[in-house]
């Protein structure tokens, strides 16, 4: 009569004594590893993303702005051309090509704007480019600067005090080889053209970090792919991450070190702190987790090629220097 009675006891008695063990190894138990926040994050409470425009812009791969201007920006949309606040197209009436693959404001002069036509997201309905335009009013007029068999254009990046001298990051045609790839520099504003790192007529630049602190600095990504009509193949042997110590006159090859991906190199984004000590643990942990590995001064991602590789990422891998 009473054995259902004292099951009861027993296990509301059992209950109790493993919450207060549990209790007790909470208290002993170490601080997490994970750092506080450098910054009072109620700071950020009140930011909302919000549209602003313009509202039938279509994809866009390329935003430009500058720190003198904030109130002012452009976007380059993959059919519309570039746009400028409040919203209106500003390239129409002087560029041959509507697919905007990448746009940057020179740091020094607010008013020099360089435009890479061709997106350089390789889709099934890419637009082709037809090469640089440059603009010497903040947009009111175009001047086509050379580049004209780019095909596709990655990235652009321009010295911090020099106007003229400008870097960029050409993917090449889209759906077959052609020897306009790779990483070209001008130092006469776009009146000629250097081809400083080249890999092949399959593989081309898609992007380029250049040091905040040292522009003589460079980091830039090569991406073999192609896209068919029905297909899309991306990695290769041309894929691959390299730097410039020396302002892109010479290139060291990243992308075998310590600690970088194994197996078949796809797309590869790269990015340079301002703050080389600082960077966020979490971000790092993501993308190692993606491919990726954190160099001492930056943190390179690369997207898996389309041969998936036999060794396992690991969760935390060991970091290489660059």
């Known amino acids: 009569m009473f054995g259902p009675r004292r099951l009861f006891l027993a296990g509301c008695l059992l209950t109790l004594a493993h919450s207060a063990v549990a209790q007790r190894r909470a208290r002993t138990s170490p601080q997490s590893q994970i750092p506080s926040p450098a910054y009072d994050t109620s700071l950020y409470n009140a930011l909302e993303w919000r549209e602003i425009g313009p509202f039938r812009g279509g994809r866009v791969t390329a935003v430009a702005g500058h720190a003198a201007e904030p109130l002012t920006f452009y976007f380059g949309g993959t059919g519309g051309g570039v746009w400028k606040t409040t919203w209106v197209p500003i390239s129409d009436k002087d560029f041959r090509a509507g697919s905007i693959g990448a746009i940057e404001v020179a740091p020094s002069d607010a008013n020099v704007i360089y435009v890479g036509t061709g997106e350089a997201p390789i889709r099934g309905n890419v637009s082709p480019g037809n090469g640089m335009y440059k603009s ?13 068999n780019a095909g596709q254009i990655g990235a652009i990046r321009v010295h911090p005090t020099n106007a003229d001298l400008v870097y960029v990051a050409v993917l090449g045609h889209a759906f077959g080889p052609n020897p306009e790839r790779g990483v070209f520099r001008s130092k006469d504003g776009g009146r000629t053209w ?58 060291k090859e990243l992308t075998r070190n310590d600690g970088m991906p194994k197996g078949v190199v796809g797309r590869i984004a790269c990015g340079r702190s301002s703050r080389p000590t600082r960077a966020a643990s979490s971000d790092l942990k993501t993308a190692a987790r993606r491919g990726g590995a954190r160099t001492t001064n930056a943190i390179c991602a690369s997207a898996p090629g389309t041969t998936p590789t036999s060794t396992p990422i690991p969760r935390i891998p060991t970091w290489s220097t660059c």
Request: proline share 6%.
């Open 136 to 148: 010497t009013d903040a947009g009111k007029t175009w001047t086509h600067i050379g580049l004209a």
């Open 194 to 251: 250097d081809k400083i790192l080249f890999r092949s007529d399959s593989a081309g630049a898609v992007d380029l970090a250049m040091d905040p602190i040292n522009p003589r600095i460079l980091y830039a990504a090569m991406w073999q792919a192609r896209r068919g009509p029905w297909y899309m193949s991306s990695g290769g042997p041309g894929s691959g991450l390299f730097k410039s110590t020396d302002g892109g006159d010479t290139w």
